[in-house]
């Protein structure tokens, strides 16, 4: 009775502990939901929604709605799509605590993992805590991006594999299921297998075979699922992958820049690995090996994230996700091990003792903190962006066009943009009837830049973009259209040179208000006898 009385106070202490950083967390999350809720839908994840919405009533992947992404994306969306159905709840409603619902449970898997590990004896709470916000906090306005989702799906397999390298004993059922988590985010990006592959060259470095049960379980789940899109998406092979591969690189920014904006990840690599190897040049011991096994698996994840990022060409924050929390990660898994060496020393050194001891673990902390700094900075930046976004949403581009939409009853909308915030979340928030297969005019854009390339001319004809366009603006006949004035692309002229029909039916179209770089036209409806439009009908209600 008398132990009971004593060990009591300490559990209750641990619990205080554990519910702080719990209720911590909760503020933090409940604050960036809110957030999320209010702001407008990301343009991106806004498309995908509607893609969702549209093939659970029937409509075809990559013929009825051109995408040039693997379908899991879409098979994803459509769970919370489906909810919202249901509830009959807007979509941001379902979506963002669904999405956020995936983080956490990746978070907490990995926290779960790590937490007994040999060089990682910290209490599970704390552990969960600082992942989750790491993931939660680090891609701003790109939450719930592929690229976020892929990275979260690889948490728990990066921990399963520390464990195994540590030597610690790792249950072959949650290595299984690791691994298939890790598969299903690869395979939404498959260009990050080159991460996961240089990971894996760690691991047989150190002895692990690659053909262990849970590598195999997860190449089984990457080939099953291909399986699948062969079986029941054969358009995105026939269609979307050819069509990607001509068009998509067209946009590509150089490479001076593109290094110039992986700035961060690139200098966390080229410095953790230079750490790395100074530091197991001065201390080889089997101790230091173990303590270093988890940094040295982040800091190849992010290094090789980043290089897919920077092969993509394109310059855009959410391709550099998984590069930026991977790196992240492994600045925190570095202070893990250095911090309390260098707090250890300062302590035992005494007012005549020599500074030397201090100065290694003191390179090694203060580089780490320096770039933690910076990584926080960049993450708030672009938090306060989503937030400015959520406070002034009702002066922003979209929010005019989505009051002109509703002003003149629109029940058809169109932008010939390769700026898709102009079309997402502009239908969402208004359920008006979007005019076109295509999410913006970025495979127009391709089609014509790469027509303009030497020898590129048939190449872009092959796909026939503009013919495709224009057929389905003829056969919607929109109500309003938006042209984007700043790009360099005549997007009326090249729809009237690929169909000299469709300027027949341009021609019943008036201005009628001009913002921002745009212009917005209206249908003029007594036309419609003449220019044989017959106008999409209203869109259905709930």
């Not at 769970?79 to 907490?108: D, E």
């Not at 089609?447 to 056969?475: C, N, W, Y």
Request: proline residues 6%.
């Amino acid at each position: 009775m008398s132990d009971q009385t004593i060990q009591q106070p300490g559990l209750t202490a641990l619990a205080r502990e554990r519910l702080t950083w719990l209720v911590g967390l909760g503020v933090v999350l409940a604050c960036l939901l809110g957030i999320l809720l209010v702001a407008p839908l990301k343009d991106d994840i806004a498309w995908l929604l509607y893609v969702a919405d549209n093939w659970l009533n029937g409509s075809r992947l990559y013929i009825d709605l051109i995408e040039v992404n693997p379908p899991l994306v879409i098979w994803l969306y459509a769970i919370p799509m489906a909810i919202a159905r249901v509830l009959h709840l807007a979509a941001v409603t379902t979506t963002m605590p669904f999405l956020m619902a995936l983080v956490l449970g990746c978070a907490g898997w990995t926290a779960a993992i790590l937490a007994d590990g040999r060089a990682w004896r910290m209490d599970k709470v704390k552990l969960f805590v600082v992942i989750a916000l790491v993931l939660c906090l680090v891609p701003g306005g790109e939450f719930g991006q592929r690229e976020h989702l892929l990275v979260a799906a690889a948490l728990p397999w990066l921990a399963v594999l520390a464990r195994q390298l540590e030597g610690m004993p790792t249950s072959r059922a949650e290595a299984i299921g690791a691994a298939v988590l890790a598969a299903v985010g690869c395979v939404l990006k498959p260009h990050y297998l080159l991460a996961f592959g240089a990971v894996e060259l760690l691991a047989l470095l150190h002895g692990l075979r690659p053909w262990r049960p849970e590598v195999l379980a997860g190449a089984g789940t990457a080939l099953f699922y291909t399986a699948m899109v062969l079986l029941l998406e054969p358009a995105f092979l026939r269609d979307a992958v050819p069509m990607a591969f001509t068009i998509y690189g067209a946009s590509d920014v150089p490479l001076s820049e593109m290094l110039a904006d992986c700035r961060l990840p690139l200098l966390t690599a080229c410095l953790g690995t230079a750490m790395l190897a100074v530091i197991r040049w001065r201390h080889r011991s089997a101790a230091l090996d173990t303590r270093m096994m988890l940094p040295s698996i982040l800091l190849l994840f992010a290094a090789g994230a980043t290089a897919v990022c920077i092969i993509q060409g394109k310059n855009w924050f959410y391709h550099r996700i998984p590069g930026t929390i991977a790196a992240l990660l492994f600045l925190l898994a570095w202070l893990h091990v250095w911090a309390p060496v260098l707090l250890e020393r300062a302590g035992a050194r005494t007012a005549r003792a020599s500074l030397r001891p201090l100065l290694r673990p003191a390179l090694a902390v203060a580089p780490a903190l320096l770039l933690l700094g910076l990584f926080t900075l960049d993450a708030g930046d672009r938090l306060r962006l989503k937030l400015d976004r959520a406070i002034y949403s009702a002066d922003s581009t979209e929010a005019r066009l989505e009051a002109l939409i509703r002003k003149y009853n629109a029940h058809s909308y169109l932008a010939f943009s390769d700026w898709i915030a102009l079309g997402f979340p502009v239908v969402n928030n208004t359920h008006v009837r979007w005019a076109s297969r295509f999410d913006s005019t970025w495979a127009l854009d391709g089609e014509v830049l790469e027509s303009r390339q030497p020898g590129g001319a048939k190449s872009g004809q092959t796909h026939g973009i503009a013919s495709r366009m224009s057929s389905d603006f003829r056969r919607s006949c929109p109500d309003l259209v938006v042209v984007d004035r700043r790009t360099s692309i005549d997007y009326v002229g090249a729809l009237a040179h690929a169909d000299p029909g469709f300027l027949a039916i341009w021609r019943s179209y008036d201005r009628v208000a001009a913002f921002d770089g745009l212009v917005v036209f209206k249908r003029r409806v007594s036309a419609d006898h003449r220019t044989g439009c017959t106008p999409l009908p209203p869109p259905r209600q709930g």
